[in-house]
């Protein structure tokens, strides 16, 4: 693991100062000064990279008053090469410029939230130990910290469809169905972000190796697991699901990164391959006999265990409104339609699956 960074007081003295003098004011010797307290060898070469406005966007980036570890004002087209330079800071860099970032964003409350949803203990501090960018689109930070009693806890921190993915959250809970704890803030600077834990299992559609005998001892479960993930979804259009299934070790399926949801119109494009189809196909890819009966037999699982958990939503109807009605004004940002008209749609998807029976 990283080792810790820089002297984080020393280093957040050096941008306070830093941060009192007005953008058009910074001068290039203080911005290397503090590049070289984080461990950067040679800072002048660091800011002459050749990036569009790259001494604002390092700002950004040592901004302690924005979460973001990769500056949001970047033209796309150069996203990979500012990642790719945040990569080549040290580890330790990193973790200190992530660190400096907790106080005043919110982001050590919400940090602390999350620990208590994950563990059930109400830790007081942690230490950030681990800082990464990754390439994807709903998780753009990984970061682990490492709480008093010495666990480590590995999470993402997302800016990309946070609402979608906060809604659906409380849902599976509510009808009986395992979900990962997320916490959603929204910082004193106006900045939506989600932080979510690392999901520890097999994610079903995307793992390599995944053998024919893994899929005939475990398929069972899997296919029963997202019928019921699929039920949910289904009710709340929840659009993207293909490679969105991770099998736990505690033998149940959750869905992650939900981050498209209420797409309940018959025309509304959705990412989507029923397990059913995709397990046998994976299984048996030369063996169209062999393919087909598991295909039978797994859509047969799929289909009982699905209606079973039709049911179970039919029923949990009434607390399945109050929640979304408790989540109106986000409901109503995130789709941009009265609260009113999305929740009549859920409401039609769940009894009008019922009348399809």
């Given at each position: ?7 984080l007081r020393?280093y957040?003295r050096?941008?306070n ?7 058009s004011e910074r ?7 503090i590049l070289?307290?984080?461990?950067i060898?040679n ?10 406005l790259?001494?604002a ?7 302690p008053?924005?979460t973001?570890?990769l500056?949001?004002s970047l033209p796309?087209s150069?996203?990979n090469w500012?990642?790719g330079a945040?990569?080549?800071?040290p580890?330790?860099a990193?973790?200190?410029?992530f660190?400096s970032k907790?106080?005043a964003?919110g982001?050590k409350?919400a940090v602390?939230s999350?620990?208590?949803?994950q563990t059930?203990?109400a ?8 800082v990464q960018?990754?390439?994807k689109i709903?998780?753009?930070t990984?970061?682990a ?11 993402y ?5 946070c609402?979608?993915?906060?809604i659906y959250?409380?849902l ?7 979900a990962?704890p997320?916490?959603y803030?929204v910082?004193?600077?106006?900045e939506?972000v989600?932080?979510k834990p690392r999901m520890e299992?097999t994610n079903i559609?995307?793992?390599?190796g995944i053998?024919?005998?893994r899929?005939?001892?475990?398929g069972a479960?899997?296919v029963?697991?997202?019928a019921r993930?699929d039920?949910?979804?289904d009710?709340?259009g929840?659009?993207?699901?293909y490679?969105h299934y991770?099998?736990?070790r ?13 797409h309940?119109d018959e025309?509304d ?12 196909r ?5 063996d169209a ?9 797994m859509r047969?699982?799929y289909?009982r265990?699905?209606?079973g ?8 109807w009434?607390?399945?409104e109050?929640?979304l009605a408790?989540m109106?004004r ?5 789709t ?7 929740a ?7 009894f009008?699956?019922a009348?399809?029976g």
């Open positions: 693991m990283p080792s810790a960074g820089p002297d020393k957040e050096l941008l100062r830093y941060f009192r003098v007005p953008p001068s290039a010797g203080e911005r290397e000064r070289k307290f984080l461990g060898g800072p002048r070469e660091f800011l002459g990279m050749h990036i569009p790259w001494e966007r390092v700002d950004e980036l040592l901004d008053a924005s973001d570890m500056p949001a796309h150069y996203v500012v990642r945040i990569r080549t800071m580890d330790g990193r973790v200190t410029i660190s907790l106080k964003t982001l409350k602390l999350l620990l208590r949803a059930g203990q830790y007081r501090d942690f230490e950030v130990v681990d960018l990754v390439q709903h998780k753009d990984f970061f910290v490492r709480t008093p009693d010495g666990r480590e806890h590995p999470s921190l997302s800016h990309f469809g609402q979608g993915e906060y959250s409380g599976p809970g509510l009808v009986g169905l395992p990962i997320v916490v803030l910082t004193p600077q106006g939506e989600l932080l299992g559609y995307l793992d390599e053998s024919v005998a899929i005939l001892r475990d479960w899997w029963e697991g997202a993930q039920a949910l979804g009710c709340v929840a659009a993207l699901r490679g991770v099998a736990t505690q033998k149940e399926v959750v869905m992650v990164d939900n981050i498209e949801l209420f309940l025309g494009v959705r990412i989507f391959e029923p397990i059913h189809e995709f397990l046998p994976k299984a048996f890819p030369g006999g062999k393919r087909e009966r598991l295909r039978r037999k047969g699982d289909e265990a699905y209606e958990q039709m049911e179970t939503i039919r029923g949990k009434p607390e399945v109050r929640y408790g109106h986000i409901v109503r940002k995130y941009g339609e009265p609260f009113e008209a999305v009549g749609r859920v409401r039609a998807r769940i009008g699956k009348r399809e």
